[in-house]
């Protein structure tokens, strides 16, 4: 049986959605094995199954979260890595309180911006990080900033239209 | 051109049903599904192309920790699928590299992973064979005893005694006689591209009794999984449940390899067990899309009048075949929907070889024919100077034309004219301007060449096979549609409540469909063919007008009127000019009873549908890079039910191994090994959101008179006319006939005399 | 992905000291987007037992100007490569080649060191172990390589003997043709190559114990000026076919120094030394272009289906070229 520790620390702390959560690390169910990739954790461990895992290569940024609010591929993180960090999934955008949608999530319900959805979540995800830096993008930074999320049907137009509304209500 | 009347829902956006799940990761997919004692299924695969298992020791794999069952071909279970059946649980003979040799279920993924490595398996290596011709030489490999020169029976029986396997009709010889301009030659669309929706496929198996099968699993069309899986699996009781499919484009309609493994390894623990395949293996081991080859001769007339079809279609499979039969079927009736022509002699080879296997895609045989084919015909309009937009408007079926559809049986189409949609379409696009003749480019920028192409196609199976519906009047004024129908990305199921929503004058929200589940609905064929606004919508309409005859039935003596003089709007009951005189749906069906309606819709293969498509490409005939610059689709639906979801269906068309097939899509197969080369998504080609195109949907809505609400969907078809329309604006840009599927820089800077391959 | 152990290293010591303790058991991880692709396809034989985490040490992830020019810890991540302005406009052509990297979420993860440590990207050596299993080649150390009798399209088409795969880093490109210098520590102490000499036919010259330190950009003469082109199928996500990097300095119209690099058309980054020698001394027009472009590719030795590489080199060549000329 093959060491799944981290020799240097027996625990880890991460930031999700703003709760934090303690894992001891080692192949227990609950705890965090040192080959776990963060969307193994997220999806398994934490039950948060809103992160997708499409390629499992990073290839198609189905499994995109942020971490410290940068948008990264949970799929190709050790979750050992992000002791310490803030890690937002798509269940993180939605008010706690009001319950009220991100405007993100709220344009793509208004535009259809999806088809089957199993892209949506990653392609949400580096949206808000892109409008998070830049709350007027114009339609080549939209489309650079998604470059890396493969949508199978074709949403992409419908994507792009959604993010425009939103950056167009902005400016008025 | 808008004629129809202005509803309420139908023809307007309104947001997905199951938009806040999606936008909030709540969507259900298979993978996210946990069942209590649920283990998981993993599969060992051949390293082999061809081969035997001499010897095969799973004694280490079966004491690796977590390890519940390790299944070989020795104890698998005798089922068998395929058409005719021939593809067993696991084989002692494996057929390509990545086919299963063992199952291994265990309490883990990780466990299970682990566990492969520890079988130990001899082989006897065969001799292998990838291409059609080869395979079906006297001295190729042999796949199956059964199939002697590799040639697989074309009969598909669910489509009846006479499935359409060629077309042979009037005389050739005097067909081509009277042809002005005759070509002749081999067309090849054998990229075999991978459909590749995002989410992999799965299935999730669970016996509650020694003959009773319950199934989820991502798919598009909930009830194959019961009602071909039946008799391939000696008739138990399957029960079949869908979970949110991450998209299928016909692929995912039908999972019989992990449906078989997570069965088995099921019936062996006696334990829920999840076989979902990884990215490689969904490469690797999942659908493609046919091989197509099509040898043969075109003639047609100085007017464009199409005189003789002749030659032979080759059909590769890969090592087997679920329902390649049944696409070579539609394939050749959507070439008669296309072509008109009274002089055919087409002949059909399905042909098994040693790669993974060919399966359902969006196209279902006519995009893959129409691909090989049309570069051919493309040479008989070059020598004839004939504008391909003319051609195709002047040969694509009319009102009153017939067709052999997949039965085999004459048709007769009752759908519409589409000559004013292609015209709309060749509008939008430009296409007076932008066309300058066969071989010329439409514009030239330093090393850049602009050229223009056009495709079409057509499918009749709109109308194809059977819907059942119930739908539920409750006393609260909702409504529940009872209807066997997935969601993997159409939105059929919200478009379904928009048509009962207004049928019953109800606001949307109150009409909502059963989840898919073969237990509690009746039959549905599922969303294929384009079918799902026709045929599911009718017979969903039809229950929904059942139901309100009921309702009128039984108002009759609470309103003292007859059925006929009642009307209902927003669950208030009210004779005709009366609103306001109405009773509430509970006063009348009463709180503990509810009203139901039953609809079904029978197969109808009178009503082709359409689609054209207008490309413009840019080369660049120094380095050989073809880009997708505007894709103008024009069509005529009757009516639109939801213009966001149509939208979709038709930009799916750069998607689904669509029109980049002819751009840079493709599954690369090593001649040497047989492995597939580019099974994961850096290799494996698609299209970014940093490279769209200018697309553009004419989208013509000119009443179809059998349907409730005049609608019949494209959905199906957007993909077909994109790879041969993007193939003929290549060649025109660059000037030169160009050869093959994908148009790599290689193949056009060898067409360019550039480079000598 | 299989089990390995975990450990963190908290500076360039102890990296090393772990490395060694781990007898050749042991890899590092820095982005790990290139690591864990790696891993969970099991494409070599020999799986790690221990992964070594760099990331947590702080001396490795900077940019610095010094009197010589930039120093660029290899942690830095190439999304701050890109961003970074002086890179934007004293080194251009680094700029742009890590802009051209993947996707923006592997811009967000993956390191400058990493880049130019990454394995090659043959889909023979990286063909997965769970779909029948790895194929076996001589980079693995056993058997031919496959891509001499099979789909060679995006192989070498020079300086190849034993392993055609191609180098697939694009900034080692841009980097070579600024004349980069490596740091490499190991237990032996420090030294120093040039980009060029870091690079050999089955990876890098790095021994077990040896990791990348430090990169040193000297500034480019005065006037020099940079290009770098990249030919994909695709704009992201994709790896370069052929790619071009080149840093030309004109006086009064005429070319006093160049360095002209290629990537992807070998096992290592290519220095076109004849391009560079036909142009220096002369004044740039559409012949000396095309000259150069000629020169470079006068030794390629096309293997059956990547003819198609040679012609796109020459054309980035001569866009290279001609975009700096004009």
Redesign the interface.
Same mark, same amino acid.
């Given at each position: 049986?093959a060491d799944r520790t981290d020799q240097r620390r027996d625990s880890i702390v991460l930031i999700v959605n703003d709760v934090t959560h303690e894992f001891g690390i080692g192949d227990h169910r609950y705890q965090v094995a040192a080959c776990d990739t963060l969307a193994k954790t997220l999806?398994e461990t934490l039950g948060?199954?809103? %992160?997708?895992?499409? /390629?499992? !290569?990073g290839?198609?940024g189905?499994c995109t979260v942020l971490l410290d609010g940068i948008p990264i591929l949970s799929c190709m993180t050790l979750t050992v890595e992000c002791d310490g960090k803030q890690i937002t %999934?798509?269940?993180g955008?939605?008010n706690k309180e009001t319950g009220k949608?991100d405007e993100i999530? !709220?344009a793509?319900?208004?535009?259809?911006a999806? !088809?089957?959805?199993?892209? %949506?979540?990653g392609i949400?995800m580096a949206s808000r990080a892109l409008l998070n830096k830049n709350p007027s993008p114009t339609e080549t930074d939209?489309?650079?900033a998604?470059?890396?999320?493969?949508?199978? /049907?074709?949403?992409?137009?419908?994507?792009?239209e959604a993010l425009q509304t939103i950056t167009e209500k902005k400016k008025k | 051109m808008k004629i129809t009347k202005d509803y309420r829902f139908i023809g307007k956006?309104t947001?997905?049903k199951?938009?806040?799940e999606?936008?909030?990761?709540?969507?259900?997919?298979i993978?996210?599904v946990e069942l209590p004692r649920m283990l998981h299924g993993k599969v060992l695969?051949? &390293?082999?192309p061809h081969g035997l298992i001499k010897k095969i020791d799973t004694s280490r794999a079966e004491n690796s920790?977590g390890v519940r069952a390790v299944l070989t071909y020795k104890n698998v279970p005798e089922w068998k699928t395929g058409t005719p059946r021939h593809v067993r649980v696991l084989d002692k003979k494996v057929k390509f590299?990545?086919d299963a040799v063992a199952l291994v279920a265990a309490e883990t993924e990780?466990m299970a992973?682990?566990a492969?490595a520890h079988i130990e398996v001899e082989y006897e290596q065969l001799p292998a064979v990838y291409d059609v011709e080869q395979a079906i030489k006297s001295d190729a490999p042999q796949l199956y005893d059964e199939f002697p020169g590799n040639l697989m029976p074309l009969d598909v029986p669910v489509f009846g005694p006479r499935t359409l396997s060629s077309i042979v009709l009037g005389d050739v010889e005097k067909g081509f006689g009277a042809s002005d301009f005759i070509a002749e030659g081999t067309g090849s669309y054998e990229n075999i591209a991978n &459909?590749? &929706?995002?989410?992999?496929p799965g299935v999730i198996a669970e016996w509650s009794g020694p003959n009773s099968l319950t199934v989820w699993s991502a798919t598009q069309s909930a009830s194959w999984h019961r009602f071909i899986m039946l008799s391939k699996m000696g008739f138990p009781d399957i029960r079949t449940i869908s979970t949110?499919?991450?998209?299928?484009?016909g692929s995912k309609n039908y999972s019989a390899q992990p449906m078989f493994y997570a069965a088995a390894l099921a019936k062996s623990t006696d334990r829920p067990v999840k076989v979902c395949f990884?990215?490689?293996?969904h490469?690797?081991?999942f659908v493609l899309r046919l091989g197509s080859r099509f040898r043969g001769k075109v003639g047609i007339k100085k007017d464009g009048t199409v005189m003789a079809v002749q030659g032979e279609w080759l059909v590769d499979t890969g090592a087997f075949s679920d329902m390649a039969q049944a696409q070579i079927a539609v394939g050749l009736g959507e070439l008669q929907l296309m072509l008109k022509c009274a002089n055919w002699d087409i002949n059909t080879k399905l042909v098994c070889t040693n790669r993974n296997a060919s399966g359902v895609v969006r196209g279902f045989g006519g995009q893959e024919l129409e691909s090989a084919l049309i570069p051919i015909l493309m040479q008989t309009l070059e020598q004839g100077n004939i504008d391909p937009v003319e051609f195709f408007k002047k040969n694509y079926v009319k009102p009153g034309q017939g067709y052999y559809w997949r039965d085999g049986n004459h048709w007769v189409s009752k759908s519409k004219d589409y000559t004013e949609a292609f015209e709309r379409g060749a509008q939008t696009f430009g296409w007076a301007e932008k066309w300058k003749g066969w071989l010329k480019p439409s514009a030239v920028n330093n090393s850049k060449r602009v050229g223009v192409g056009v495709g079409v196609h057509g499918n009749a199976d709109v109308g194809e096979d059977v819907s059942e519906a119930y739908v539920r009047l409750n006393p609260d004024a909702t409504v529940t549609i009872h209807a066997c129908v997935a969601?993997?990305?159409?939105?059929q199921r919200s478009s379904l409540c928009k048509m009962v929503a207004e049928t019953l004058k109800l606001p949307l929200e109150r009409v909502n469909i059963t989840p898919p589940d073969s237990l509690i609905n009746p039959f549905d064929f599922g969303l294929v063919g384009s079918r799902g606004t026709y045929a599911v919508g009718s017979a969903v309409i039809s229950a929904a007008e059942d139901a309100k005859e009921k309702l009128f039935k039984m108002a009759e003596d609470v309103l003292e009127a007859a059925p006929d003089d009642l009307d209902s709007e927003d669950g208030m009951v009210f004779v005709k000019g009366s609103p306001d005189k109405g009773v509430p749906w509970r006063s009348v069906i009463g709180l503990m009873h509810t009203c139901t309606g039953f609809g079904r819709f029978e197969p109808d293969y009178s009503v082709p549908n359409f689609i054209a498509m207008f490309v413009e490409v840019e080369v660049d005939v120094?380095?050989?890079?073809l880009d997708l610059l505007r894709v103008v689709t024009a069509t005529d639906v009757g009516q639109i039910i +939801?213009p966001?979801?149509l939208?979709?269906q038709l930009?799916?068309?750069?998607?689904?191994a669509g029109i980049d097939t002819a751009i840079?899509e493709e599954s690369?197969l090593?001649?040497?090994?047989g492995?597939?080369?580019?099974?994961?998504?850096? +290799?494996y080609?698609?299209?970014?959101?940093?490279?769209?195109p200018r697309?553009d949907n004419t989208i013509l809505e000119t009443p179809i008179q059998t349907h409730r609400y005049k609608a019949i969907g494209v959905g199906e078809v957007s993909t077909s006319p994109g790879p041969s329309a993007v193939f003929m604006a290549a060649s025109n840009a660059v000037g030169k006939r160009l050869e093959g599927y994908p148009l790599?820089? +290689?193949k056009i800077?060898?067409a360019l005399g550039?480079?000598?391959? | 992905m299989? *089990?390995f152990k975990h450990i963190t290293a908290n500076s360039v010591e102890e990296a090393i000291a772990l490395i060694r303790t781990h007898n050749g058991k042991a890899c590092l991880i820095a982005g790990g987007t290139d690591l864990l692709g790696v891993l969970k396809?099991e494409i070599l034989p020999d799986y790690p037992a221990a992964v070594i985490n760099i990331k947590t040490i702080p001396e490795l992830d900077h940019i610095k100007k010094n009197n010589d020019g930039l120093k660029i810890g290899p942690l830095t991540k190439l999304a701050d490569v890109v961003a970074h302005p002086l890179i934007k406009k004293r080194f251009s052509c680094l700029s742009q080649a890590a802009a051209a990297v993947a996707t923006p979420e592997i811009r967000n993860m993956a390191t400058l060191g990493g880049n130019l440590c990454q394995d090659t @990207?043959c889909?023979?050596y @990286?063909? #997965?172990q769970?779909?029948?299993?790895r194929?076996m080649c001589h980079r693995k150390g056993k058997g031919p390589c496959?891509a001499v009798?099979?789909?060679n @399209?995006y192989h070498a088409i020079m300086g190849a003997k034993v392993c055609f795969a191609v180098c697939p880093s694009d900034t080692a490109i841009a980097l070579s043709a600024l004349d980069a210098e490596l740091e490499i520590t190991g237990s032996q102490g420090v030294r120093n190559v040039s980009l060029n000499e870091f690079f050999t036919t089955l990876g890098n010259i790095l021994k077990p114990d040896e990791l990348l330190t430090n990169i040193q950009i000297p500034y480019p003469p005065k006037g020099a000026k940079q290009a770098f082109l990249k030919?994909t199928? @695709?704009? #992201?996500?994709?790896?370069a076919?052929a790619s071009v990097a080149s840093v030309i300095t004109m006086q009064d119209g005429i070319c006093k120094a160049a360095r002209i690099v290629l990537g992807a058309v070998a096992p290592t980054p290519v220095r076109a030394t004849d391009a560079e020698a036909s142009i220096i001394g002369k004044a740039a027009d559409g012949v000396v272009i095309e000259e150069a472009a000629e020169a470079a590719m006068a030794g390629a030795k096309p293997m059956r289906?990547? *003819?198609?590489k040679?012609?796109?080199t020459k054309?980035?060549i001569k866009r290279a070229l001609l975009s700096i000329f004009q």
């Open positions: 049986m999806r948060l199954s809103g %992160t997708k895992v499409g /390629c499992n !290569q290839a198609c189905s %999934t798509i269940e955008l939605q949608l999530q !709220q793509f319900i208004d535009h259809s999806f !088809q089957c959805g199993f892209c %949506t979540p949400i939209i489309k650079d998604l470059s890396g999320h493969f949508c199978r /049907c074709i949403s992409h137009y419908q994507v792009v | 956006a947001p997905r199951d938009a806040a999606i936008v909030t990761g709540k969507a259900t997919y993978e996210d695969r051949s &390293p082999y920790r590299v990545g990780e992973m682990d492969l &459909p590749l &929706p995002l989410e992999p949110q499919c991450g998209g299928s484009f990884s990215k490689e293996e490469f690797g081991a969601e993997s990305g159409m939105g120094e380095t050989g890079k +939801d966001p979801s939208a979709g930009h799916g068309s750069i998607g689904s840079f690369v090593d001649g040497n090994s492995h597939m080369l580019n099974l994961n998504m850096m +290799d080609k698609w299209r970014s959101f940093a490279e769209l697309f790599t820089p +290689d800077l060898e550039k480079i000598n391959l | 299989k *089990a396809d @990207r889909w023979y @990286r063909y #997965p769970h779909v029948g299993g194929i496959q009798k099979g789909d @399209r030919f199928l @695709r704009k #992201p996500v994709d790896f076919i289906m990547n *003819a198609y040679v012609e796109i054309t980035l």
